[in-house]
């Protein structure tokens, strides 16, 4: 049994509008654990996005606690988050989110120059491969290579946890497996625990364990026995 | 270099039109204050020191002709340190190879000692040999315009008696730093010179021997001026004394302050100005960027870049924003301060140029730019430090449009859809358009309020000079002469007309008020010199009394009909009690006006002149000036064509400069606003004018939405810079206003055309700038962008 590296008590997240109360989070209690992969499945609005950025030190939970290893992150300031977030913690998005006057090389360097024991920019994305790309700018590469940079960016710092919202959600498939299979790879070479929330259900095949949403809480947790290669996955 | 410094510097070339047109924004008031403050220091500091090196006077008196045994007894006034007494009168000088006469102002130098105060300081040559009464030293402007070395000659008209005299030396003087002769508006250092010579010479020239008539004190520190001023004019008193002043009346020096607090002024009005359109400029560009950058910014912290890491990011992309603005600030500051310094140096004369600007100064003015960008993008830095990491991760929510009574309204004027939109974004950003406007409004009010000086002076110059006085020369005699020399000068050659006037040096008092001025006095009917009122009629002074300007009246309390308490502190020195006849109301002065046969009655005394005003023939003036040169107790000749040719030049030529100066300023300003304002307005726009454009809108369609609402933003701006301009001019006039003179409130109606003309202009230039953007306009891309 691995070790478990993020556990949560009884998080809510409430969203008070006005008029009403939005329950984004209604008692999520989950355990996660190191070196896994894990894929958050759920309806939309079903608070995926909301846990990933509770658990990445982006959003407080409005009740509950968090656990990191054996830090509490519901207790920390936002020093303490930001400091969390530096050190142990790799973002992918779904809209890449890369600086647009930034080139590739530099982008990832945005992690590098401020991380504790970041590899280095060139390395990062080779490792994605793109190391032929390093000085273009995202408005001279295709989705999936702006993706792989994300991704490069989110693994320079060889983060403990990688999380990732939605990372193929606007790429077509044969794009969307280059960039699972870059997960993967990360994943299993370096051990670094993932977790990637998805709308599509075939990607739950690569995964060691899937988690499914719904109204703001688990609804149901299945552990794979055996997973596929995202080559293997067909959508 | 920090890949996040790398995206500073990207974005900041990026927006570097922007930035620029920010950055010479605040460079005018970089620029401005280290102009006004650098010269403001370095004059004063020059002062300071020139006038304790060479020991400038506190006091000054004049009298009629004092006993040199009265000096002993002012040292004793209690708090004086130091006394000077000297003789002093003015000569016609013959200048050979000139045929214009020349004005002296002639003072005694002491033979045996040094001067003890007001030392003039040797430029070239040497002082007077005591022993040899003709050797005389002259101020160094005055050598330097007509071109003297030791050992020049020229003779000068000593109260009817021809001398020649050897100059042996140039000095400059701490009381003659601004140099200006009788009557003179402008400095004319050809035709009017200071003379040293011995005091044996000077008392010989003027009757002086044993006697003088000029004293200087300077206290010790704590005195009392006006108590020594009452003591000296006691003192002085049986002696013709004319009343003892200090240092603020003291000509020369007042030219000096007068400069000084216009230094001031301009320090205290403009850089704010232009610091706060900069930092709005600042604010408004840095909120837009802060919007744009939502994701980028979430991404940051995302990653482990910290809230103030985060705020010094932007705080930086406006600091470099400041830095150009401060640097171009600088340079242009340092060719404004030179040029100013060369102006001075031709007005002024001090013996060492310390006309240098500190480098405090630059420090100062540079803080104070980057102080005033780092303000106005502080809110939007501090927006993004404050922005949660998640939110800024989503799309941000979009505006909340609410149907208002407008909008009903807007539907039912069945106005155009692009119009609407026009409309309706300037309602969105109320705050925002009405900063815009009010931007350019400023602009439009820079012209107005510096150009309408040109009308205001166009009227000055009317009045005193053409209409006032009408005279071509004036013929300033030593003292009052018996009328008959009128005769002598109606035979001058060249001379058509010549009409006799009067002035009385003469102390005004109404209760514990008191005035010292100089009573005009001419006869009924003259036609060369006239009173004028406002409008420019010309009055009669009724006998029996005195007339007296507005401004004079208020400040002795009295009103027509009130009796005052004239003392003369010429001829007979005797005090009248004058019955006020009339009030009249004038631009210039504190005029105090008399009937010259009323007042020849008062005194007793067979009819008098002290001026004769006279038209003459352009063809003979050569042979007016050679004669003239030799009329004894002709101390001067104030040629008005002259006067009116060198004060229009000057005039003209600073407002060409001035309203360069400010029609440049109010264009950058424009430029500043608009180009932003449009740039921003694209930026925010650019997703909805492409939709248009795919919609199949055309080009100009999509533009007019773009350049309607600037310029109806450019359009509100007008009234409200017409509103402010009127008003700045009017506290410009208030300001101005002064004992000697009134700047009249002219306002044409073209000066507010020229300003809104400038600035509509240049509103639409800079839109028409960003329009071309528009056009290059990727559909594609704009689309693909996220926002
Ligand atoms: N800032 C906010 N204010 C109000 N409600 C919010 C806010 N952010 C999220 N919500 C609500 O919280 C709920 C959960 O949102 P969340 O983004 O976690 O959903 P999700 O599962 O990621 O959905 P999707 O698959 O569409 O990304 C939704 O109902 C959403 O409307
Ligand atoms: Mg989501």
Redo the contacts with the bound molecule.
Sequence with gaps: MPEIIFRTENITKV?D?GEVK?Y?LAGVDLELFKGELTVLL?P????????LNILGGLDHATEGRVWFDNTELTKMTDRGLTKYRRDHVGFVFQFYNLVPSLTARENVQLVTDVAADPMPADEALGLVGLGDRMDHFPSEMSGGEQQRVAIARAIAKRPQILLCD?PTGALDSTTGVQVLEVLRDINERFGTTTVV?T?NAEIQRMAHRVIF?QD?KISETRINSERLAPSEIVW | MQAIDRKLFRDFQRLWLQAIAIAVVLSCGVAILLTSVGMFVALSETRTAYYERNRFADVFAHTVRAPLSLVSEIAQIDGVAGVEARISGTAILDIPGRTRTAVGRILSYPEKTNPVLNLPLLIQGRFPDPAVTSEIVVNAPFAEANNFRPGDSFSANLRGQKRSFTIVGAVQSPEFVYTIGPGAMMPDNEAFGIIWMSERAAAAAFDMTGAFNEVALSFATGTNTASVIDALDDLLEPFGGLGAYDRTDHQSDAFLEAELSQLKGMAAILPPVFFAIAGFLVSMVMSRIIALERSEIGLMKAIGYSNTEVCLHYLMLAGLIALVGVLIGWVAGTILARSLAVQYATFFNFPYVIFHVSYWVYAAAGLAGLATTSLGALQAALKAARLAPA?AM?PPAPPRFKRSLIDEAMTKARLAQSTIMILRSLLRWPVRSLLTSLGLALAVASVIASIFINDALDEIVDLTFYQTNRQDAMLLFAEDIPETVLEEVRNLPGVLQAESQQFHAAILRKGHLSKRVAIDSRRPGADLSRVLDIEGRPLDVPPGGILLSRRLAGQLGVHAGDTLQAEFLTGRRETYSLTVTGLVDQLLGLGAYMDLEYLNALFRQAPRLSTVNVTLDENQIDDLHRAIKDIPRLTGIIEMNVNRRAFQDTIEQNIVVMNSIYISIAIMITVGVSYNAARIQLSERARELASLRILGFGRGEVSYILIGEMMLIALIAQPIGWLIGAWIASAMTNAFTSDLYAIPLVLKPHIFAIGSLVVLSATLGSVLIVRRRLDRLDLVSVMKTRE
């Design positions: 969203y509008t939005v984004a759920g939309s609005g079903s608070g995926k996005s909301t846990l939605e929330i709308h949403f703001g | 939110i989503q």
